[in-house]
């Protein structure tokens, strides 16, 4: 379909397409050749004339962006935006966003303004067909706002689709449950006759380590003037926390320690397999960390100790540990049978 210079053109696309009409632009390229650029495509001819129409309007009053900015992909968008973000976020901000985008990039080649508020969508359905976190899938949610506003922002989206993209709500990919003290004692049968994986488990019920902070533990962790263990990794207030270690996890702990660790992902197995024989087949690694919060409450330790054992909250005592502050934390732990 021919039209004026410089206003653009319509072309029919060869093949069985959904949206065989393409709306074409010309620019230049960074080497000042005249180039063609599809602006859009349409099902319709009459949609196509409509689109072009529109464009050249808004041209006119300069409302539209260079012919660079009409061809940004989505891959385009995130490199840009995750160049400013990425310089002022933290590392583990950096990862979340690294593995969200790892799911989002579906469309990465694909420009922008041709991504549909149905193709955004689709990515944030599957994430709940596939059983992901709420926080995943918040994440995966983060990075398509970010992505849309980016573009928005820079006159690339006519709008802002976002806010007509459905968040899915999901519940707890684990539930968060506790051992019962039978349960416990049968970790204590099973750690006195030999097993390794019941012995990691009663050490992180005692002690309320994350199964990374567990696997952290090492030689340096353990201070013999004082004897309790320092470690911790997920937050500020938890990081390098002090935990007295109990008299009931002496040996299995000194062995823990002086021994070389497996990978992150044989400790779940083995550990998964472990709470499941002592009748908590739902149980995670997490629970232990659970009881150890729920067996303290139980004996009757007063919140602040509480927090300072779980990394719950920042103090002085996990900065410059005075001797009574170590005493109130042993106490604590003595507590516990």
Request: charged share 20%; hydrophobic share 35%.
């Amino acid at each position: 379909m021919k039209r004026a210079n410089g206003t653009g053109s319509i072309v029919r696309l060869s093949g069985h397409r959904r949206r065989p009409y393409a709306v074409r632009i010309s620019g230049r390229d960074d080497f000042g050749q005249i180039i063609q650029r599809t602006l859009s495509y349409h099902a319709t001819a009459a949609e196509a004339q409509s689109a072009l129409e529109r464009y050249n309007q808004d041209k006119a009053r300069g409302a539209v962006p260079g012919i660079a900015a009409v061809n940004m992909t989505v891959q385009d968008a995130y490199n840009a935006w995750s160049t400013r973000e990425y310089s002022k976020a933290g590392k583990s901000s950096i990862a979340r966003h690294k593995a969200a985008w790892a799911r989002v990039s579906r469309y990465a080649s694909v420009p922008i303004r041709q991504v549909s508020i149905d193709m955004w969508q689709s990515i944030l359905d599957e994430d709940e067909a596939k059983g992901l976190s709420q926080s995943s899938i918040n994440s995966d949610a983060t990075i398509i706002k970010a992505l849309i506003s980016y573009a928005y922002q820079r006159d690339v989206l006519a709008k802002n689709i976002y806010e007509y993209i459905e968040i899915p709500h999901v519940g707890a990919k684990y539930a968060k449950g506790s051992l019962t003290e039978a349960q416990v004692n049968k970790l204590k049968d099973m750690s006195a006759s030999g097993d390794k994986w019941a012995q990691c488990a009663l050490i992180m019920c005692y002690t309320g380590f994350r199964a990374s902070e567990f696997l952290a533990l090492s030689l340096e962790s353990y201070h013999k003037d004082g004897d309790y263990l320092q470690g911790g990794l997920k937050t500020q207030a938890g990081k390098n926390r002090i935990v007295p270690i109990h008299r009931i996890i002496t040996h299995y702990v000194q062995s823990w320690i002086s021994s070389v660790h497996p990978g992150y992902y044989v400790l779940l197995d083995a550990m998964h397999n472990t709470l499941g024989s002592v009748g908590a087949q739902e149980a995670t690694p997490h629970w232990c960390r659970h009881t150890f919060a729920t067996r303290l409450y139980n004996a009757g330790i007063d919140e602040t100790t509480r927090k300072w054992l779980l990394g719950h909250a920042t103090t002085d005592i996990t900065e410059r540990y005075t001797h009574a502050g170590l005493a109130q934390l042993r106490a604590a732990i003595d507590q516990l049978t």
